[in-house]
């Protein structure tokens, strides 16, 4: 195997791992601070057993997610360095930023909100919860802003054989790094909308704690539907902007050849990329695909064929992550509208409260396939007509790479599995039981 | 500028020596003072709010490396690749043992996860010693900044030296930090362990020091700042005020050996200046500050974020460290929010 591939086998192995802790911290963390606030507000103990139970579930989650993201920051300089030296003083500066401002805040008040039940007041406790659920989502702001600059480029000039900061307003202000934030974001805490939902579904349909887990629902199901309602916005948003900046992904996305006007969507296509064309084409809706790139049902889409060949990203993997995203993405919004339908007895529909528990893994998957459009979509580019993927990686030994790559294959899976367990085992075990009156 | 940036660099480092330095110590030095579950408790709570933010301050040097000085986080991490990695490995084990030891209980279970923790302290320790040191001395790059070695080129005498340094560093400030935390017979152990780590600190201190002068040019560069001499001053200070107010105040004596880990720190790190990554095949081939560093204007931007940014979380940080500036004991363990 060559060491280019290699080093992208290995990103992409770190960086989905990475990303299954990510969302669920970024979409529990609201929903624990909303949980809480309503806590330290009516001052009923469901809350706070509530809070606690999801918490523990929350920090098992949390700290595969700082441990996993060390291991990214060390791979641009490790795998990718010369993407490192050629970029570094746009993205290195985004991720240094992100340190310093958002995930020192997370990190410290996690450590209060853990260890803080006894020794803080209720409201700084509450605080803390707050402070961590928007560290969070800050800290993921400057992440995508650092990512959108490899999908959008901005603010750079070349100088000195790099590209070097130029506008710095440009960077942050870049509209496709917030278009991605938002689909990003909202589909995260959709993610957590899910979870609480199955993880709640699963104890009322077994009559556990029964007041407490309605009462969770009913935060969780109008968060899940409004989520999952503006992850479609922001995706449609996302999608003209893709189309506007990075027009050879929209091309492959939709396995679109022919440059057109009013250009279909097929509901049934296989692309085949070797002849430039599609194996099959059939059951078209007009103008839909012009609808999804321009917002308008007549515009003019161009197709694949009009690039160069060495521009083209591979689309079946492009094309097939669209497709179920935007199909997963439809079956979110109706599983969320109709558990908000039944947000007050979820148990009495025995079909829904068996479905919800096996939605949660769905976001997850969905998730990745998003960010598989939105990377395998942007190559032949590391940076988006700037720099060539091939051209960035680093100068290391290919037996090295192959050596960490089943390195982290084999521990990455370790963790996976203990980690599933133990959401597993301890979402089963429910909350703590209620202490007596005399002791609350 | 770029000297400005090469000073918040270094303190960078020697903040997370110091903050995470007690933590890697305690780790290390489990299997030699705890003797039973209680004890082991102890340990990991001792670190229980504060090992997570610590560990930020790395990811900070790390993201401060790639904002100020790409080229050489571009070299330097992709030269050190094998013990980069590893050392990642050692550190992911150690975080996630804090979390998932507690929750199951059958004894290999927490056996194993205890194995992570000292390894996971004890190495990182090492191989943190063992990278500064190589860089101290030099490691062969080319023009190109193309690496030309291999881990076990890294593994030098003076590589090692640094390393078995930095072990013993870190053990006796996590001894100190650990006497600070605890009660009883661990406390005891814990102040021995102290007293016993500290004549075996100095006499490494001055091997590395004889070996400093043998191996690299570090002297002959900061001879010629003499300013830099005052961070060697510092350590030895620092090191020995921690042993004379060992009896006393161990808060004091740990405040000492801080001051020594960041004197230690400037004087490594100021040994290279104005070189970061030096190389051993041919001088001209190094890089500087000056040709590693990145725009004025990256710099600019990214020094007020600094300025803005870190006092406010040292000032949390230190809210933290002060809520739980209680020891560990039986009753606070009882605590269902414990490790």
């Known amino acids: 195997m060559d060491l280019i591939l290699l080093s992208r086998l290995q990103f992409a192995m770190t960086v989905f791992f990475h990303f299954i802790f990510v969302p669920l911290t970024l979409g529990l963390s609201v929903l624990l601070a909303i949980m809480e606030t309503l806590y330290v507000r009516t001052g009923d103990d469901d809350y706070k057993r509530m809070v606690k139970f999801l918490g523990k579930l929350f920090l098992i989650n949390f700290v595969l997610g700082v441990v996993t993201g060390i291991t990214l920051e060390f791979q641009f300089g490790t795998n990718w360095s010369r993407y490192s030296a050629y970029v570094g003083d746009i993205f290195g500066s985004l991720l240094a930023i992100e340190a310093t401002v958002a995930f020192f805040l997370e990190s410290t008040f996690v450590a209060v909100w853990t260890f803080g039940w006894e020794k803080v007041n209720k409201k700084v406790h509450c605080f803390a919860i707050w402070m961590v659920a928007i560290a969070g989502n800050i800290s993921a702001l400057w992440i995508i802003l650092a990512n959108g600059f490899m999908q959008h480029p901005v603010g750079y000039v070349i100088r000195n054989g790099r590209a070097e900061l130029d506008d710095f307003f440009a960077v942050v202000s870049n509209p496709y790094a917030w278009g991605e934030y938002f689909h990003t974001v909202s589909s995260a805490w959709m993610l957590g909308g899910f979870f609480v939902l199955g993880v709640a579904a699963w104890h009322l349909a077994r009559k556990n704690e029964v007041a407490l887990f309605t009462k969770a629902v009913r935060i969780a199901a109008p968060f899940t539907l409004i989520m999952a309602l503006l992850v479609g916005v922001a995706g449609h948003q996302q999608g003209m902007n893709v189309a506007q900046y990075q027009p050879a992904k929209m091309a492959a996305m939709e396995s679109h050849w022919t440059t057109q006007t009013r250009a279909p969507m097929y509901l049934l296509a296989w692309p085949d990329q070797e002849n430039s064309r599609n194996l099959v084409e059939a059951l078209p809706i007009p103008g839909l695909m012009s609808f999804i790139a321009f917002n308008d049902v007549n515009a003019e889409v161009k197709g694949l064929s009009d690039f160069a060949k060495e521009d083209i990203p591979p689309v079946l993997p492009t094309f097939l992550s669209f497709r179920i995203m935007v199909a997963m993405g439809c079956l979110f919004i109706f599983v969320a509208a109709w558990a908000w339908w039944r947000r007050k007895d979820i148990a009495s529909d025995t079909r829904l409260a068996k479905i919800l528990p096996w939605m949660i893994p769905l976001p997850y998957i969905t998730i990745m396939f998003g960010w598989t459009v939105a990377e395998v979509g942007r190559q032949p580019w590391i940076v988006y007509n700037l720099m060539r993927t091939s051209d960035a990686v680093s100068p290391v030994p290919t037996s090295s790479v192959l050596l960490s790559v089943i390195a982290f294959l084999v521990i990455y899976t370790l963790l996976g599995l203990i980690d599933i367990w133990l959401l597993y085992t301890n979402s089963r075990k429910g909350p703590e039981p209620a202490k007596p009156a005399q002791e609350a | ?339």
């Not at chain 2, 020697?14 to 030095?29: E, K, N, Q, T, W």
């Not at chain 2, 080229?71 to 050392?87: G, K, Q, R, T």
């Not at chain 2, 016993?196 to 020091?209: D, E, G, H, I």
């Open chain 2, 1 to 339: 500028m770029e000297t400005i940036w090469f000073f918040l660099w270094t303190l960078l480092w020697a903040v997370y020596f110091i903050l995470d330095g007690f933590d890697l110590g305690m780790g290390s030095l489990m299997p030699f003072l705890a003797s039973n579950d209680h004890e082991r408790r102890v340990i990991y709570n001792a670190q229980g709010p504060y090992w997570d933010g610590n560990e930020v301050w790395l990811i900070t040097a790390g993201g401060v490396t790639f904002a100020a000085f790409p080229n050489a986080y571009a070299v330097m991490f992709s030269a050190l690749y094998a013990p980069l990695l590893i050392l990642l490995f050692c550190l992911i084990f150690r975080a996630v043992a804090f979390e998932f030891r507690g929750k199951g209980d059958s004894c290999t279970w927490i056996f194993s996860w205890d194995v992570c923790m000292t390894l996971g302290s004890f190495l990182p320790a090492l191989l943190l010693g063992v990278a500064f040191a190589n860089l101290f001395m030099g490691i062969p790059i080319d023009g190109n900044g193309v690496y030309h070695g291999n881990i076990l080129k890294l593994l030098n005498p003076y590589g090692l030296a640094g390393g078995v340094l930095f072990v013993i560093m870190f053990c006796y400030h996590g001894a100190l930090w650990l006497e600070l935390k605890s009660e009883g017979n661990l406390q005891v152990k814990a102040f021995k362990a102290a007293r016993v780590l500290w004549p075996l600190l100095l006499s490494m201190v001055l091997v590395f020091l004889a070996l400093t002068g043998h191996y690299t040019e570090s002297f002959d560069r900061l001879a010629q700042h003499p300013a830099a001499y005052v961070a060697l001053a510092l350590a030895v200070i620092g090191l020995v005020a921690s042993r004379l107010c060992l009896n006393s105040s161990t808060l004091i004596a740990w405040i000492c050996s801080a001051l020594f880990i960041l004197g230690l720190t400037f004087f490594g790190v100021f040994g290279m200046y104005p070189g970061i990554i030096l190389s051993s095949i041919d001088p001209a081939y190094s890089i500087t500050i000056y040709n590693a560093s990145s725009s004025p204007l990256t710099l600019k931007i990214m020094l007020t974020v600094t300025l803005c940014a870190v006092p406010v979380v040292l000032l949390y940080q230190a809210w933290v460290y002060w809520t739980f500036a209680h020891k560990v004991t039986r009753e606070t363990l009882k605590d269902e929010h414990s490790y």
